[in-house]
């Protein structure tokens, strides 16, 4: 007899389709403007949002220089053109007006977080993880918001901060991504409905992890948050964001923009777990995700950002840090993740101003199936950084023969003090590997699965202790793209 | 406990192995010797289930078939093979590798998992065995490991797996004389009326230290002659080359290992 050996062993290719667990999508009672954009939107937005004259202002001026300005074309990305006038600008839940508890949130919209893993009861949930859950264009509930303010911290949505410190949305909205940054940047500016504002005092360390989670739930709308935070002179925040949407075959827009601002001696640690809705294997619907987020470093501070990016159909994506003060860090960790179609464009910028900057780089980029992987990143150095520093590190791994990966690094050093050291590499899940996991008794989808956390571990032990578990939910929903 | 019955493999036309025939029993230790290329650890291999062999013939343990299960279907019935060529898996922590390795083949069986405590009793005791520090359980599988480390981690890792039929692909080469020590004192700590050991080996010197039950000479894909452990004594003194002429009528010769 013959073995069936050779055409029972499954291919990577196949590993590597398997589904969306979060492509559901729920009922809820929505109100959404009708599709299209003109200054009209604009002003419906800000009237829905019962914001000051002041943000209007801003709101229309960013409107004014989006109509001017050209998508980005210098990304590696196939994108089918956007129509910006069959998206819907505005989708809120209708829900009870009142949110002061959380007993108040809709039942349904409690269902769906529960669906989606994040209880919104503040006993359920972990003690030290404060969650603000919004859905499409709006806040539903922040949790342990109370506990918070004891310590004086400051968590909240967008809205309610542009109510409550309207005097310190004023002063750095904008501050670290100016409206006429980008395109997107300037359309979310223009549109921007929710998001997370977190303040933390001077020489507060926050006492919980923060985190927000984003669920697209609405057909035909674009998803436009905008989240800032503060952190002053010797305070500490870590902040986690997660999101998901549902399965849906058009292509849905998703603009944010995420601005850090840490003074003198501050430390911002930002993640992000994204899985939004990648399409299906012939490309056929999925996020769109363009995102500007960029933070600024005073003195001695150091901000980092750690992504894990799975979802989207077409990402692009480049956290930054503005390396201002003297001694500031900036780090980037980042696993990116493209199999099915998807594309993703995503890097950082490392821009050294302050002397004895330092910066850290690490990418992962992981490409399966028809998936596309871009590691951009640009690490620039002025002449006024003496002693500036910086390691970069992007590793590729191949997961089958139709995917690619690409590394498009730019060095631009002024300064001849500076020391900038990349490394790169490009590997494959051997064979070998999963042959061997699979004589010690694993299955080859958990093989894989190990194989390619190990790949990403640098990068997933940057995830903050409390997260850990999440990390592990990393792994489960990497075996579901991946293995 | 395991029959090999006229098994033949061949990797892309060029065949490997010719007309094995083995039988293993309970609380055997069986060496497996021969010159380099002779097929040994293509006979491992066929074993254990590697893609990309045209394989034929009969393999049954415990009277299950066994070239119909996938490797890790194997690694459930028992088989575990000690690799020749250890694989690196950077990122994932050696203890973490074990347990999955572990818990795997018992939910295959429908036993209960062993949870992170329990665990690291089981994984300290294999590592004394094996004299391994703890720091060795956090380093990446295999990765960096210094040639000795990696064929002692097989050894770990077949102690935590307590296999029904270990097959060890030339866990001596590549090793220093302290080394070689403990990783067959780690072999004939492992002996029980439940196990049996083909211990694959190059040279001789390994079987110094486990004395095996039946030694079986390859060459060629074919068993060439097979006797007691003073075989291998012979092989030390003389090379293979008096076998080398046998060939011609190897296929003729039923050299199992008697009782099974
Ligand atoms: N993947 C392969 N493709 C072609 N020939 C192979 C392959 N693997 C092993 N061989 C050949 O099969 C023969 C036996 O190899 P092997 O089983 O590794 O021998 P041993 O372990 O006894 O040194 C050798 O001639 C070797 O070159
Ligand atoms: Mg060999």
Redesign the interface.
Known sequence: ??????E??RTIEELTSADYEYGFSTDLETDIAPPGLDESVVRLISSKKDEPEWLLEWRLKAYAAWREMEEPDWAKLEIAPIDYESISYWAAPKQKPVLDSMDDVDPDIREMFDKLGIPLHEQKMLSNVAVDAIVDSVSVTTTFKATLLEAGVIFCSFSEAVKDYPDLVREHLGSVVPVRDNFFAALNSAVFSDGSFCYIPKGVRCPMELSTYFRINSMNTGQFERTLIVAEDDSHVSYLEGCTAPQRDENQLHAAVVELVAKDRAEIKYSTVQNWYPGDENGVGGIYNFVTKRGRAHTDAKISWTQVETGSAITWKYPSVILQGDRSIGEFYSVALSCRRQQADTGTKMIHIGKDTTSTIISKGISAAHGQNTYRGLVKILRSAENARNYTQCDSLLLGKECGAHTIPYIEVKNPTAQVEHEASTSTV????L??????????E?AMS??V??????VFNELPMEFAVEAQLVGISLEGSVG | MLHVNNLTAAIGGKQILNDLNLEVGDNEIFGLLGPNGSGKSTFAHAL???????????VTLDGADL??M???A???AG???G?QY???????NNMY?LR???N??RR?RGETEVGARDFLNVSKKAMDLVEMKEDFLYR??NAGFSGGEKKRNEIL?MAI?EPRLAVLDETDSGLDIDALRIVAGGVNALRSPERSMVVITHYQRLLDYIKPDFVHVLVDGRIVKSGDHTLALHLEANGYADFENDLGDASEQSFAGAQS
Do not use: H, K
């Open positions: 007899m013959t073995a069936p050996m050779s029972s062993t051997g064979e070998d590997q042959y061997y996991c699979r004589q010690r008794g694993m299955t080859e958990d190990m194989i956390n190990g790949f990403c571990r640098e | 254990a289930g590697r893609d990309g062999y045209d394989i034929t013939g009969e070239l119909d996938e490797p890790e194997r690694a459930a088989v575990f093979m690799f250890p694989v690196e898996i950077p990122g994932v590798f999955t390795a572990l795997s083949v295959a990446s599988v890792q797996m």
